[in-house]
């Protein structure tokens, strides 16, 4: 799936970043054991960086000579493939510099990227070391498509990019109390998610969210798909003007939407650019961060969450199936929340029925998914967590806008 771009030339030249302290720390031996041997024969030609430190690969990326290489790959986790995009779009040139290849070898605790290209390309899941051959066979093929990415804007008037997800909840709460699970490596996050569970607590916060227009989605099979998600049409698509909540018996679905209440409208013309002064392709659907949005957004009416997981790959974890429709460059971003009043048990039952992706089709009166072009998450007070792409970022209100096909991924 997803445009396929280009190859890569014969020989091609790449910058290989390894994170000699991803996943279980074994990520050198890794790279001696199976991508070395793998590479020389295939006529990848590859200078090797092992990352000494945290922001080691974003400024060897914002100061490299990009004509040099092929493509930048990094073998790590997911955080340190977020580095290189943001090194690669903090740069001057950063319209030419986004169109390197890109590529991933998976070593770390978190490999969801790397299991997304894996399953686009139509083979059975597999995780750990298989996954890692798989993808470097991938790399090897060299064959380049274009790739999503989000930009966020977050309170403090920070910009940064994302190809993965944006967290908030039990999700990033998992994330990050399962970093001292990491020597158990892809096994983290069932850990993690088993432990969060015997505390599973409620957030309080104001989402809404642009839908994904059907005019723009290059994949209509998709919004057919989102249409046929609202499983009681006739009686959510009546607008409720007494009732501001929906009763969730009646609407168990994306068809929240339809009954949520639209947003004031800014008075005046189109809103002002929340990116007018930043490096990076300007965001046109989001406006200030502390300024109203548009009309056409939508606010999601409950204001008490258990999670909520913007998703632009379809895997959350190697073996976390979050998104199955999900393709490299579908240009959608989806957004799943889980709404309070969840058991234990159901919860669990959903992040069981995630391994397969089959969640959706639980029933679950408390699960919604729904495609959007952009979002704003704006958390109640008091402290929390974000993670964007698996990393924390400041805690706060936070919005989102899909790039569709901005980067490229070699992808196979
Ligand atoms: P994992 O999935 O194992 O967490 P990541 O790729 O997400 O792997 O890496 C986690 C973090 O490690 C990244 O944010 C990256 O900046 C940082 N990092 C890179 N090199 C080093 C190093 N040598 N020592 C410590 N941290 C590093
Ligand atoms: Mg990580």
């Not at 998992?174 to 699970?181: A, L």
């Not at 996050?189 to 505390?199: I, M, N, Q």
């Not at 048990?345 to 029933?363: D, I, P, S, V």
């Amino acid at each position: 799936d997803g445009v396929l771009l280009s190859s890569l030339p014969r020989p091609c030249r790449l910058m290989l970043f390894v994170n000699p302290q991803s996943g279980k720390g074994q990520a050198l031996s890794l790279y001696d054991n199976h991508i070395r041997r793998m590479f020389n024969e295939a006529g990848v030609i590859h200078t090797l960086i092992i990352t000494e430190r945290q922001n080691h690969a974003r400024e060897r990326v914002r100061d490299a000579e990009l004509s040099q290489w092929d493509a930048l790959v990094i073998m790590s986790g997911d955080g340190l493939l977020h580095e290189v995009i943001n090194g690669l779009l903090e740069r001057p040139d950063w319209e030419e510099a986004i169109r390197t290849p890109l590529g991933i070898l998976p070593s770390g605790s978190g490999n969801a990227l790397a299991a997304s290209v894996h399953y686009y390309s139509g083979v059975p899941q597999v995780t750990s070391e298989e996954l890692l051959v798989s993808c470097g066979f991938l790399l090897c093929k060299g064959l380049v498509s274009h790739m999503d990415l989000v930009s966020l804007h977050l309170s403090s008037g920070d910009r940064l990019f994302s190809f993965l997800s944006l967290a908030w909840g039990f999700v990033a709460d998992v994330d990050v109390e399962s970093e001292k699970y990491r020597h158990a490596g892809a096994a983290r996050f069932t850990v993690g998610t088993l432990v969060r569970l015997a505390s599973l607590r409620i957030y309080k916060g104001k989402l809404a969210y642009l839908p994904a227009s059907w005019g723009r989605s290059k994949d209509n099979a998709l919004q057919k798909g989102a249409a046929a998600f609202c499983r009681n049409p006739p009686s959510c698509l009546e607008p409720s003007s007494s009732a501001k909540q929906p009763s969730e018996d009646s609407c168990p679905n994306t068809c929240h939407s339809n009954n949520s209440l639209k947003l004031r409208r800014t008075e005046g013309k189109s809103p002002q650019s929340a990116t007018k002064d930043l490096p990076g392709p300007p965001d046109t659907l989001l406006p200030p961060l502390d300024q109203p949005l548009p009309s056409d957004w939508v606010l999601v009416p409950e204001e008490d969450f258990v999670l909520m997981l913007a998703m632009y790959q379809s895997h959350l974890a190697e073996d976390l199936l979050a998104a199955p429709d999900a393709r490299l460059d579908d240009g959608v971003i989806h957004l799943f929340y889980v709404t309070a009043g969840i058991s234990r048990n159901a919860l669990l039952r959903l992040f069981l029925a995630m391994e397969k992706g089959t969640h959706l089709q639980t029933n679950c009166q408390h699960l919604v998914h729904v495609k959007v072009q952009a979002l704003r998450l704006e958390p109640g007070t008091g402290k929390g967590i974000i993670t964007v792409d698996g990393e924390v970022v400041e805690y706060g209100a936070i919005q989102a806008e899909v790039h569709g096909g901005l980067g490229r991924l070699i992808s196979g």
